[in-house]
């Protein structure tokens, strides 16, 4: 399994996500070897065995790096067209070329990469340079493993590596794509490596049916491999808090990525609204993004701000004590392949509010959904959920209820007949 973060050190759900899959996978009987760029040594291995791809040494496949490089030739540097020159001299060019790469993979693969495992300027060279590796380790670790598994676009050239170099089959987890992520067009470069994985992996997986739909529609896929495995939440470590609020006003949270695909903007409009039907309120907007300056000139534009608090990224129990002290929370993403925090906010009894644009919509009864651009009814049901207490004691006690039957487990298993499907077992 390649995936670019694991629970401590996370940057979203994604990382949660594995976690919990790979927690499932080993109640289902499974094994799961997770590579991840830059490991820490604080990684929960008690479901896991984690492979560090920065302590990764290759000699072996610097002794049969033409045999590497056959096999991974996706991987090479491509020679750019040279104008004015005839077709024997381009070849040459080409393969002079080629020979020089195969002396730097020799040179590279007898010392280590220490790679950053984070999202910087140089991200598109760790990703190809993560694939070299996962190819390696898929050399060294042959006959270990029966299916490759690689988490979003950043792991997908790791996962076709690995699949060429083993003849093992390869299984794409989606969990966003390029149309959720960008508010401005697609990166074509990332739209490249995400249609690549689709159509190398032997199964697709998305984490919901409106993912599915943008696999199939937007990339091209055949839907007799795309799969949906609808995300759950693992509360097994969750600590009992007990907090105490420093301010008698009810609490209204959004936790989350201040970027376009989150809808940040909509939740201040909607604040603004409610703040005019009731002044008793405070909102939190917890998270840190592109958009966070803009949010907060906004809020001041609104005069709202001393009724807003931007509290920055926030990360394991601060998540929980967060919502904790929270009265309603609300997800008004703009394109969600799924939504964790939703759950994660359910499980604290507090009344959930979620965009109708969100994968978690197709599992979640009794979270109140409107569609993200709608800020009246966004507003509306703020208001409702502040004000009724009927209704507030019942999106909370019903909430808990459903999402206690979302359990990694169940998700785990669907995913276990996944790889079944591939190697042929029945």
């Known amino acids: 399994m390649f995936g670019w973060e694991f629970p401590p050190h996370i940057a979203g759900g994604l990382g949660t996500a594995c976690y919990g899959m790979t927690k499932g996978l080993a109640h289902n009987d499974v094994e799961v070897l997770f590579v991840m760029p830059n490991a820490s040594g604080d990684e929960d291995q008690s479901s896991v065995k984690i492979i560090n791809a920065s302590d ?45 790469q195969r002396e730097e993979f020799k040179i590279y693969f007898k010392q280590k990469y220490n ?74 470069e990332v739209f490249k490596l995400e249609r690549m994985g689709m159509e190398e992996a032997d199964k697709v997986i998305t984490v919901s049916n409106l993912t599915r739909n943008i696999v199939i529609n937007k990339y091209g896929i055949d839907p007799s491999k795309v799969i949906t495995v609808h995300n759950a939440v693992d509360f097994s470590n969750r600590d009992e808090l007990s907090v105490s609020r420093g301010v008698r006003e009810k609490v209204i949270t959004f936790l989350g990525r201040i970027t376009f695909q989150k809808g940040p903007e909509y939740f201040i409009e909607a604040a603004a609204k409610v703040l005019k039907r009731r002044n008793d309120v405070r909102f939190v907007m917890a998270g840190s993004g592109d958009m966070m300056n803009k949010c907060i000139r906004r809020a001041a534009k609104l005069g709202i701000s001393d009724r807003f608090h931007f509290t920055g990224f926030l990360k394991g129990t601060e998540v929980q004590q967060m919502f904790a002290l929270s009265d309603v929370y609300v997800m ?36 109140i959904k409107v569609d993200f651009w709608d800020i009246d009814a966004l507003a509306d049901a703020m208001y409702a959920l502040l004000s009724y207490p009927a209704l507030h004691e019942v999106a909370a006690s019903a909430g808990l209820d459903e999402v206690n039957s979302l359990k990694w487990d169940n998700a785990a298993s669907k995913v276990k007949a996944v790889y079944q499907d591939v190697i042929g077992e029945k």
């Open 332 to 367: 008004p993403s703009v394109s969600e392949p799924f939504g964790i925090s939703p759950l994660e906010a359910m499980k604290s009894n507090v009344p959930t509010i979620i965009s109708k644009q969100s994968g978690v919509a197709e599992v979640l009864k009794y979270a």
């Open 56 to 100: 990764v040494i290759s000699y072996d496949v610097a002794k049969n790096v033409d045999e590497f490089l056959n096999k991974v030739d996706f991987l090479r540097i491509g020679t750019n067209i040279r104008p004015y020159i005839d077709p024997t001299s381009f070849s040459e060019l080409v393969e002079e070329e080629r020979r020089f």
């Open 115 to 188: 790679f950053s495992g984070k999202y910087g300027v140089n991200l598109m060279e760790e990703v190809s340079r993560y694939a070299m590796v996962g190819g390696a380790i898929a050399m060294q670790n042959a006959g270990k493993f029966d299916v490759i598994h690689a988490h979003d676009w950043l792991t997908y050239l790791a996962g076709i590596a690995a699949k060429r170099v083993s003849g093992k089959p390869l299984v794409i987890h989606v969990h966003a794509t390029e149309f959720d992520r960008n508010a401005n067009g697609v990166n074509s």
